[in-house]
């Protein structure tokens, strides 16, 4: 008999648009052989799932349950694609586990809590050989905080909303004069802004999900993109980044990577597919942790995909495995 599912997409946040186009791959992806499945779409205004003939079916909050023809649907399990809020903050997941219905992400806790960066960055702190770029936390939008931010970091800086994504509202600062713009602009997105070092290197990011043998790590993608920083544009433009999976690392590195980056996946407590980025210092190829994304992209151009198929399985197969350890 097959599972019912609930592919949950859409959202709160700017991450809308990226959200509903995570979803049109994963839907196209779900074993149909195993999953009954409904796209359910969360609004501020409405949940809802769009049948054939687009008639909106709206979901009983009660207990996320739809009525369709007059038969009552109630789900087996929920595949989260819903990037920022709710569906990456926690909120769904603490909702969904007063019902009792698994998903396939992280808990409501390590959720709530890998969205703030500079708490996310406390935790990981200590594990072995994972470094920190020193950073200012701001909490207030001060005319003193240029002042503040000067005094404890050395230029450039990034300046970052702390608990946003896709790098909405992220600056690079180059000067002095260029920081209160970059401020306005991070909490123009969030009442939280982290203020980090620049730290000179390579970046990557790294697939980590909690397979049916274990923790797994998918091969890294190193990111080389012809603007300053991997930003909204860089990420979600065609021909602006270069994205090459596996990324370019010797043996030693390759090691040294996913032995921090488990450690990091189960100091977090994470669960299902995380995505954790990271920078090999230039001069010391030290690993320095950026963030981890508890709901990675799952777009054509999204990096999950391809560290998948870089070892040879289909999207459709992992989809399935996420399911079937979560829900089990």
């Known amino acids: ?56 079916h709206e979901v009983d909050k009660n207990d996320f349950s739809l009525t369709i023809n007059d038969k009552a ?14 569906g990456e903050d926690g909120k769904l997941q603490g909702y969904f586990d007063m019902l009792g219905i698994p998903y396939t992400t992280c808990d409501a806790l390590t959720s709530a809590i890998t969205m703030n960066k500079g708490y996310t960055k406390a935790i990981v702190n ?41 790098s909405i509202g992220m600056s690079k600062v180059k000067t002095p004069g260029e920081l209160p713009e970059a401020l306005e602009k991070a909490f123009s997105e969030d009442t939280q802004v982290l203020v980090e070092e620049f730290v000179n290197g390579r970046e990557f990011t790294i697939g980590v999900y909690n397979g ?19 930003d909204f544009e860089a990420k979600y433009t065609s021909g602006v980044t270069e994205e ?29 597919v995380v995505r954790i980025d990271y920078i090999l210092e230039e001069e010391t190829g030290k690993f320095f942790f950026i963030e981890v994304n508890t709901v990675p992209g799952q777009t054509e151009n999204s990096i999950i ?24």
């Open 212 to 230: 049916k043998d274990g923790i797994k790590v998918l091969p890294a993608t190193e990111i080389v993109t012809s603007k300053e920083f991997f």
């Open 126 to 166: 200590g594990i072995n050989k994972l470094n920190i770029a020193r950073s200012v936390q701001l909490f207030s939008n001060l005319p003193a905080n240029s002042a503040e931010v000067l005094s404890q970091l050395k230029l450039p800086l990034f300046v970052k909303p702390n608990n946003g994504g896709s």
């Open 1 to 56: 008999m097959k599972k019912i599912i609930a592919l949950v997409t859409g959202g709160f946040t700017g991450e809308s648009v990226i959200s509903l186009k995570s979803a049109e791959v994963i839907d196209s992806n779900l074993d149909r052989e195993k999953y009954e499945v409904y796209k359910i779409i969360i609004s501020q205004e409405s949940w809802f799932y769009a049948d054939s003939d687009g008639i909106k």
């Open 305 to 328: 995909p391809q560290q998948v198929r870089a070892i040879g399985r289909t999207i459709k197969d992992f989809y399935t495995e996420l399911i079937e350890v979560s829900i089990t």
């Open 73 to 86: 649907i109630r789900f087996n399990g929920i595949f989260i694609g819903l990037h920022g809020s709710p």
């Open 244 to 272: 090459i999976t596996p990324g370019r690392m010797s043996e030693e590195e390759k090691t040294r990577v996913e032995a921090i980056v488990v450690d990091a996946y189960q100091k977090l407590n994470c669960k299902g």
